[in-house]
């Protein structure tokens, strides 16, 4: 058997080490190094000022920090919760085999997935138009010519047309991903399960649950992370907007769509960088610290032994 010396495995590490650590952690040592000092647009000179920024954002009662990021985490909460919805119930329909054409329905289903979703968004954006959307437009028809619904002027349906958008994008991810962790459930299982007077809720509660569960908490976690990154699906369809208020974050203005306004938006003026960047750092440490106590709480849990609440005969399993 080759022995290879811990120190040669090192040397040959060593360059992708070097840049890995020069690509990732330059942007975010430079970015703190920012937000440190009293950096504008219009003022070159890096004046060392040290938490002062990070005192402005966390501490002055008017901050835009606590609505920003309350209001993502609300965006991330409801639409994580409907792609496992959705994509949980149309993974046991495509999974039911009395269902015809399920080569076609699985090839349907990736449609929303595999298209560019900026071409997505403003597919929406005209459906959403209020005066002339196919939304609207055939809800008249339904409903009178007097029914209208503002979807990207009001805050509140605003909010829901950029839920909708990126729940339409995104079960079909955990639609395949939950599909193939059904198909590796032993069917005995259920079976099993049936025998001894189980229903379906309950089989699907007692056995078909747990088993999924490894499955669908690292999606669960990555799609979270991904949708609090979100960005231009949000930004096309509504900017940010509708605004309430001058100088105040607009009700679909979530984190990133928040810092890219700041810096090129159209009311950007003096760019206040080193606010910014204290603004990314905070995000950055509130993301990370999310992420390593949801990883952690996936590695305590184990699945029990018995994952029926009722007693199965171990000939039966």
């Given at each position: 058997m080759l022995k290879v010396k811990p120190r040669t495995?090192?040397?040959?590490?060593?360059?992708?080490?070097?840049?890995?650590?020069?690509?990732?952690?330059?942007?975010?040592l430079y970015t703190i190094d920012i937000s440190l000092t009293n950096y504008t647009l219009f003022n070159d000179e890096h004046i060392f000022i040290g938490l002062e920024n990070y005192r402005q954002l966390i501490f002055t009662?008017?901050?835009?920090?606590?609505?920003?990021?309350?209001?993502?985490?609300?965006?991330?909460?409801?639409?994580?919760?409907?792609?496992?919805?959705?994509?949980?119930?149309?993974?046991?329909?495509?999974?039911?085999?009395?269902?015809?054409?399920?080569?076609?329905?699985?090839?349907?289903?990736?449609?929303?997935?595999?298209?560019?979703?900026?071409?997505?968004?403003l597919i929406w954006k005209f459906l959403f138009n209020e005066d002339f959307g196919p939304i609207n437009q055939i809800a008249r028809l339904a409903f009178g010519k007097g029914f209208n619904v503002p979807w990207v002027t009001n805050p509140t349906w605003a909010f829901i047309s950029v839920v909708i958008v990126n729940v339409w994008l995104s079960y079909p991810f955990f639609t395949v991903i939950i599909l193939g962790a059904l198909q590796s459930i032993p069917q005995e299982l259920n079976e099993a399960a049936e025998m001894d007077g189980a229903n379906a809720w309950q089989r699907f509660l007692n056995v078909t649950l747990p088993l999924l569960r490894p499955a669908i908490t690292p999606i669960t976690i990555l799609s979270a992370i991904t949708t609090f990154q979100m960005f231009n699906t949000v930004y096309l369809i509504t900017g940010g907007g509708p605004f309430i208020s001058a100088g105040r974050p607009g009700s679909t203005e979530f984190v990133m769509i928040y810092m890219y306004n700041k810096v090129l938006g159209n009311a950007a003026a003096n760019v206040h960088y080193a606010q910014i960047a204290s603004f990314s750092v905070t995000i950055f440490i509130i993301l990370g610290t999310i992420t390593f106590l949801a990883r952690g709480g996936t590695n305590i849990y184990r699945l029990p032994r018995r994952i029926l609440r009722f007693k199965v005969s171990e000939g039966a399993v």
């Open positions: 495995i090192i040397l040959y590490l060593l360059p992708m080490i070097v840049t890995i650590a020069l690509i990732n952690l330059t942007p975010i009662a008017n901050s835009d920090l606590y609505f920003v990021i309350a209001n993502t985490l609300l965006y991330v909460i409801i639409c994580v919760s409907l792609f496992l919805v959705v994509g949980m119930a149309t993974a046991l329909a495509l999974n039911n085999t009395k269902i015809k054409g399920l080569a076609f329905w699985r090839v349907v289903l990736l449609v929303p997935w595999a298209a560019p979703s900026a071409i997505t968004a």
